[in-house]
């Protein structure tokens, strides 16, 4: 049998190359997808597709809900949602997804370091792992396939 | 008919009295909740009833956890759920519940600064109101039952 | 046991008024909810509430998701959505408010002129009944609460 | 991943055909479905598989519910579900599938000229895009899948 | 806690009053619904209400979907479903109640002759209990309620 | 796109086979399943597989809830209930079936001659189709899958 | 707002008076809700209300599935699921219990001595809160309301 | 069509092996899944994929819940779940996952000795059928398939 999994949150560290490597190496049979991490395409994409918006807001919802299509399809279709947080930046995104797949009663991996757990307590809590390293997470997709 | 709103998010400033103080002087119908404010009870739940932990990580999931009772009945309850994000702190609890409210169904409606619309993009696109005042908030719960 | 009853569509009319007055004339056990069916209200509460929008697509779009937190609720509560047609506008929130009670599994009853038939034809098979007259959806609910 | 996409509404253009032709001149994994766009085939179905009736109203009750079998699966099959509305007729069952999309949680599209914008603005509140052309829905498809 | 019971089928027999003197002899905390079990007016209900049909299949069409709102809203308010079956007629619609209870996961109580407990094997295996008295039933209530 | 249909109810006839050589000599893309049509074997096989009972009603029992499994897993993921009801036998399961299709969703279609439309007027109204010739059903998918 | 508490598993301790007694010294806003607590009356209901069997497994099979609609409704209305273990007895019906809130996304608390830990790894992994002391439980009933 | 099986429980005979001989024997179309049944790693999964715990109590819990992604997959995609009872341990985990399955609607085989019924009578009473054997497994997956 097959795992889907979403990779939710960072997209400036190579995260997701790591487990994308990690499977691979294993030959796990896992398929891996992630939203839009072009920064710049993921924030333009409303713009540039439905038309220029004047105010900063509206370019935001337009681009916003356009990433949501890819989105919400990749976490519903889920088996496990693996949600990584980093040192920068506010990743509310990455919350909310987490939330989200948790009310659809996804397995969530958490990923971040340890400095983080405080701040992450409340998504830690409705994880079913909670990983420091890349290699955490395929070494769990290795033991729930093939142990 | 009676709303049911659950007020989730920023604990360090007084958002949550002035939308109470705005829902009982126009005497609207309305059933306000929130998770445990005082943020040393609600960090020290786990260890105060259920014995202390010596590790961060496992106080932690043990108070978060507790805390989940109380939040998880709300949101399942509400028919709104008002997100507020301040300007400090990570604040990734109330993304999480933002987006568990999403997958719920419920009523979103944000509650932040301007300053912040850019990294609240997924969040804000999610939510049927987007607000910069509590007394928005208000106005918002006082068309919807009154107008 | 009291059945509780959403009112969607046309608000040009006083069909609402009069399955108001039968309900109250037979003394049935009824809860009656409405959309806002003050029509400026209706369209200027985004920008009266939330601050002017510069173009109507988003003055339109923040008015419509403010109005969807009354009607989402009123639907999701109700045991049976009555959808009234009539003869003028596109009155296309009608129709979709019947296919969202619809895929919900709420009871619908349309109401709407004979010559409206054919263009219906897709909400009324969604229907358990299509009603002709305001009397007609009162004689319903006094059947179905009181025979 | 594959995405599959249910096209409802307006069948007096040649929207679905752009779509179509857009899809496979980017090669996208797109799975498109459609209602039975012959307008003939789709009002006489119940009088030509099942016996002609009478009374205009059966008539058309009989073929929406056999259309309702083909419609139904596809919609509950779809990832997005693109709704057109024209210039012309009433197109209330392109109103009502979006209603009923919405409710089920589908991603929405909307596709139709900027006239329309304030008779479908509840509807367009509801969608994740708004699109005035068929190349913008294929754009976003586009996007969706590959970027 | 009060049980909210609806009683489906055989409308040619006493069992609906039999568990209501039963229920108040006892004085249970249960709150019983029936469909409407005049004979006459549950068949006529369609033409008197919206107008006389000339084909029967049509007036029983029209009936039967108006039955169908008190049916509906009472088994799916319902936290036990008794389906009587008597010795006459098919009573498919209480079969067609019990599947359509089943499906929900209400408790199910059957109630019917050992003669018919062959031909009723498939409703029986999806019931908490099987009947064959009145009197079961209600000391079935007593005991969930008051042991 | 494939159709999945499950044949339910009448055992005694060849309307199954009907419909297999209909879909056959079109070359639908449907699959056709059933529950367990000898007879025999559905009455015995609890006794056969796990052990004789001295009782009819637990005898029954047992094999209507090995029964179960099957026909469960059939309509549960079935786009459509086909549901034929003959002169003979009182047919419960086969009601039993579609109120459990209906509360799942499920498109139902009726087959059966005229002179059970009284009978069955609870069943057919929760029908997209009602049919009295295998021929009929056969056209319904045609029409659905290649108009 | 009102917690309602259902209290499942060992009934040969007075655990469940002593949340009764600790909910009504602190006056909390408590429903508390138990299966039936005599063990002969649970073992025998099905042979006394329904007739005696001869085999035992039918005995306890009526028994198991009358004593299941108390449960089941108790279950489904409640916020919070209590399941207790003690030193004896096998108790699968409590782990059951548990498995079933599990599914519904109730909130569980478990309540057993150390010694069980690891044979009830699984049960608490899905749990909010692993007590030993009935006053924990009440503590945090008293947190999650009054904090 | 395929059977997808999840078999849950005892890990310390070959009854899992069994049903494996006996399917292939017969050519059944079946998938089978199992937990992971090699007991020390199951034990161990989370101290030495996450790190060691010092506390037994977080030492079980990492590793239940790591053991709980491949538990919930498996559950959810079954349409059978196989549970073993066997004489020894405590087997809670084995009585949860019958109570999560019955929840999610999932066709329940029990697997056990008659010397466990009186326990088992509320696992029994959710089970579409009870086995003694693994042979008699086999052979309802047979007739559920092959008949």
Redesign the interface.
Known sequence: ?K?KVYLSGEIHSDWREKIQQGVEAKGLNV?L?SP?T?HE??DD?GDK??GAE?????K???????????I???IA?S??VVVR?GEK?????????????????K?I?TLHD?A????????????????QTPE?VV??LN???N?
């Open positions: 049998m795992f398929e997808h839009v072009n395409a993921s994409c597709i439905l004047s105010e900063a807001f509206w935001d919802h337009k681009a916003a809900k356009i990433n949501a299509i890819r919400r399809k990749y279709e088996d496990i947080f930046y506010k990743q509310w995104n990455a919350a909310f997804d987490a939330g989200y797949a948790a009310a659809l009663g397995s991996i340890e983080l757990t405080h701040a992450l307590k409340e998504v830690d809590a409705a994880a079913l792992a909670v990983c955490q070494e769990i033991y729930s396939l142990q």
